[in-house]
């Protein structure tokens, strides 16, 4: 159903709305108006070259953060949340196009008591602060299993263009952490990112339709870059795949253009995401004019900053 006269969209962009998308009827390529990195090198445990490779790329890509013991007792809950039925039917669960996997699971630190001590690690949150120069929250928690032969792949796309204009996100203050808990190789759907992307914005065509995550959960078509827009980030960065073993942690920009292949090895490919958002960033009206999204896919209701408090 389209939006109606209970949920009109804007025809225009608001005037405080600085990274309009959705309302042209061409895909419109600018730079971004914010900072990439926020805090600085005497902030957290990030290098001075650190944070100067992720103001440049993007991201940030870590082998051993985790012990293996943190590794397993998150991928045993994976396990356990996967096998169980009931979680198949609640609204937090993406179930895979034409089958009953389950695809991705929300809002897991707060369902989970293991992810919400993940979602507090204090390494993670350590290098978020850095990033985003403020104490953060969670703004969103997902599970996302690739399973062996079938895992669907998710298409290009910047995750800051959909807070903006679906969540009402303001700005480009926020960093997401993908943690593998089963290898991540080549060939088995890894995340793939277009280092440099996150310079520019893309600006989308098409109207948000109304309740739209309930589609764009399973495949995203609304938000997404056009082909010559992704042939030109593509010449000029390149993509890169930062793969790795169970228990390695990458950190990418809100803004860096990703996606993912499907998965047809037998390999499957489990990771959890967690995104931190500044507490000086959190959400207005979304840009679109629709009400805004469940908070288990964008958090509106608890901004309480996670991780051990500073001394």
Same mark, same amino acid.
Not at 147 to 167: A, P
């Given at each position: =159903? &389209? ?5 009109? @969209? ?26 990439v ?6 902030? &957290? !445990? ?5 944070? +100067? ?14 012990t ?7 991928? @045993? ?42 979602? %507090? ?8 602060? @850095? ?7 969670? *703004?969103?928690?997902?599970? +996302? ?7 669907k ?17 303001p ?20 995340? =793939?990112?277009i280092?440099?992307?996150h ?11 109304? +309740? ?6 399973? @495949?995203?078509?609304?938000?997404? !870059? ?28 809100? %803004?860096?253009? *990703? ?21 000086? +960033? ?30």
């Amino acid at each position: =159903m &389209g939006a109606d006269a209970r949920t009109p @969209q804007l025809s225009r962009p608001r005037p405080d709305d600085r990274y309009p998308s959705r309302f042209g009827s061409e895909v419109l390529i600018t730079r971004r108006l914010d900072p990439v990195v926020w805090g600085s090198a005497s902030d &957290g !445990p990030l290098s001075e070259m650190e944070l +100067n490779f992720y103001t440049d790329n993007g991201y940030l890509h870590f082998d051993d953060l985790l012990t293996p013991e943190e590794v397993d007792t998150c991928l @045993q809950e994976l396990q356990r949340l996967r096998t169980d039925e009931t979680i198949k039917h609640a609204e937090e669960a993406v179930i895979e196009p034409g089958s009953r996997e389950l695809r991705s699971l929300f809002a897991v630190h707060r369902s989970s008591a293991v992810l919400k001590r993940l979602a %507090n690690h204090p390494k993670l949150v350590a290098i978020a602060r @850095q990033l985003l120069g403020s104490e953060v929250y969670i *703004h969103q928690s997902r599970i +996302n299993y690739k399973g062996g032969f079938r895992g669907k792949e998710f298409y290009w796309h910047s995750d800051f263009e959909t807070w903006h204009v679906e969540d009402g996100i303001p700005a480009m203050r926020m960093v997401s952490c993908s943690i593998a808990l089963t290898a991540n190789t080549p060939y088995n759907g890894p995340l =793939m990112i277009i280092p440099g992307s996150h310079q520019r914005y893309v600006s989308c065509v098409g109207a948000t339709p109304e +309740n739209h995550y309930k589609a764009s959960l399973k @495949q995203q078509d609304i938000g997404v !870059p056009d082909d010559v827009s992704l042939s030109q980030l593509v010449q000029d960065f390149g993509i890169t795949a930062p793969t790795g073993l169970a228990g390695s942690v990458t950190f990418f920009e809100c %803004n860096v253009m *990703h996606g993912s292949n499907s998965n047809i090895t037998p390999l499957p490919r489990s990771n959890v995401f967690l995104v931190f958002n500044s507490v000086d +960033n959190t959400p207005v009206a979304p840009f679109c004019g629709l009400p805004p999204r469940p908070p288990f896919i964008a958090e509106r209701e608890d901004f309480t900053p996670v991780g051990p408090a500073r001394a």
